[in-house]
Structure formats: C-alpha cells, structure tokens
C-alpha cells in the first residue's frame, strides 16, 4: 500500500495568517497517462463528516473559499490556507486514489488557532 | 438536501457481524460509486471497499476481504455493509461516502456510524 504521511500532527496558527499542511506519498500517486496527481484533501470539522476540499491535487471543489489551495506533484503535496478563519478549526487529511482496490490517507493535521 | 444518512451505533461481542446502512436522499443513487471507510480510535481513515449501486458490484480491500460484503437496495436507495467476526480492533466509526466521478475521490459523506465490539 502507497503510505500517506502528513506534517506537522497539528499546528496552530492566528487568524489571518497562512496554515500549510504537507503530505507526502511513499511513491508517486502522478499517473503517466493523464498526468493527473491522484490525491485529494479533506475537511473535518468536529462532529461533522469529511468535506472535499481539493481533488486531482490543485483543483477546488465547488463551493470551497478560494482561500484554500492545493499544489504539489509526484509524492510532495501541500494544502494551503492562505488567510485563517475561526471556521477553519478542524482536522486536515489527504487522500491517494491511485491504486484501485486500495486507498490511503493520511493520519491528519488538526489546526487550531493560536 | 443531498446526504447519506447513516444508522445508528452499534455494541457487539466478539465473534458476532454487524450491518450499517447508508441512505441516499436527493440524488440518483444508482449513478455513484458508494465506498466505505472506518477511522479506529488515535488512527487514521481506513478504506474498506466499494459497491457499484447499479450493477451491485463490489471491490474489497485485501485486508477485509471474505470478512466484509456491501450490498445495496435501490427501491430504498441504501447501501449495505456487513462485517463479520467481529474483534476488538474492528471498534471503529463506519463512514459511507459517495463517489462523484467514480475516480476514487469522495464529495459526500454519511456522518458515520459507532461500532463497538466489546464483551
């Protein structure tokens, strides 16, 4: 199974300020034939299920703020928040689906306020 | 508004199976992959399987496979997970979640089920 490892566990950061999360694959998730990164990230809030964040590693899902973004390719991947708000408190994930029959995630990033 | 909407927790003994289902609402349910995944207590999210609900087939991860079977009934629009010989590891949140694209990417997700194994 590919592993997915993020960085830091958790991280604190004030409103405002700019929260990066990584993750990183234990091999390329960047298929050959489309030259799509098969990674996504996530959302979870306390209480609530996951929210799609980012798919195909940089495309914003409908209805996500634009704060958000996703780069990255091959096995280094980063989801940025460019200004912190209060709502985005919650638990931070990512996700490859390039190996059918057997998806990964990430252990998850949970951001706080500082 | 579309949601899968997941039934409630469950407490079993070792060695006994448990079903959670998953309800659709507002949208085609047959037209999306349907997939399962778990999160144990301090772990990370777990993916179990998948389950065409038009067609009805299934593809498990090879940890699960012979113990876990997905279902669904499309009158109804739910989907089915069933998982037997239950241990002690297998306590867990039970997530469904849909497949938009059929790619392997999740845009909605039922709000998860507890499932307790414990003597």
């Known amino acids: 199974d590919i592993v997915m490892t993020q960085s830091p566990d958790s991280l604190a950061v004030s409103l405002g300020e700019r929260a990066t999360i990584r993750c990183k694959s234990s091999?390329?998730?960047?298929?050959?034939?489309?030259?799509?990164?098969?990674l996504a990230w996530y959302q979870q809030r306390a209480g609530q299920p996951p929210n799609l964040l980012i798919y195909?590693?940089?495309t914003r899902e409908s209805g996500v703020p634009d704060r958000f973004s996703g780069s990255g390719s091959g096995t280094d991947f980063t989801l940025t928040i460019s200004s912190l708000q209060a709502e985005d408190v919650a638990l931070y994930f990512c996700?490859?689906?390039?190996?059918?029959?057997?998806?990964?995630f990430g252990q998850g990033t949970k951001l706080e306020i500082k | 508004q579309v949601q899968l909407v997941q039934s409630g927790a469950e407490v079993k003994m070792p060695g006994a199976s448990v079903k959670v289902s998953c309800k659709a609402s507002r949208y085609t349910f047959t037209t999306y992959h349907v997939n399962w995944m778990r999160r144990a207590p301090g772990q990370g999210l777990e993916w179990m399987g998948w389950m065409n609900p038009f067609t009805g087939d299934t593809g498990y991860a090879q940890k699960f496979q012979g113990r876990v079977t997905m279902t669904r009934n499309t009158s109804i629009a739910t989907a089915y997970m069933e998982l037997s010989s239950l241990r002690s590891d297998d306590t867990a949140v039970y997530f469904c979640?849909?497949?938009?694209?059929?790619?392997?990417?999740?845009?909605?997700w039922g709000r998860g089920t507890l499932v307790t194994v414990s003597s």
């Open positions: 996700q490859q689906y390039y190996t059918p029959l057997s998806y990964t």
């Open positions: 091999q390329s998730v960047l298929h050959s034939s489309n030259n799509k990164n098969y």
């Open positions: 195909w590693a940089s």
């Open positions: 979640a849909r497949d938009y694209d059929n790619n392997g990417y999740f845009d909605l």
